[in-house]
């Protein structure tokens, strides 16, 4: 039986290309303004709507300097306008069990998304992971922990193979990757699907 389900936020509850420009603006600014990366700026772009920014700093060639910098900026923005979920997202309120939120990023930033989405109280948990100091794994760990649940009675949910997909393999939580666009292959996950309305048959066979 399914007793708790572990979201991630970013490209699962809402899309990020759908704020980032606005949100991520300053910090393409500066990235553009130094000129220390591989100036593939539209790749830039892409990757920092999905990838944790060290990883993109990293695989774009980001210098020192400006991957400091971009951190600095990242911890002082926030979104200050209304963010609209995924228009499929409001299925996952009838599924069963308890709803926690795991999000890997900058503390003030996700914070402002999850108060512009409204949806602090869909949560008996809300974690901001700080990649430098935890890691989702840990705070999975935790939940299970602290709520006595095994395993086998827990869903992550998230669109990224490489982050909550992964975290939750290492711990044998069976992984519902969100992926309507199919980027990914089914094989990322135990579960692959593109609509939440897929999700209720899923808890229900694992129950
Ligand atoms: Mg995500």
Redesign the pocket.
Known sequence: MIRAIIY?????IFP?PAIGNVLFGPVFDLIAQTGQHNHDMEAIKYAIM?TPFRLVAQRHGFSQELTQAGINLQETLEYHQPIAPFEDYPLTHSLPGERFLV??GFDKMQRSKIRQLGIEGEFKEIHVVNPTLSSKKEVFAGILERYGYAPNEVLVI???PE??IAAAKALNIATVLYDPAGNFSPNEATYHIKHYSQLAAIVQGLG
């Open positions: 991630d936020l970013d490209n699962t990020v999905r999000t890997t998230g669109d990224d982050s909550e």
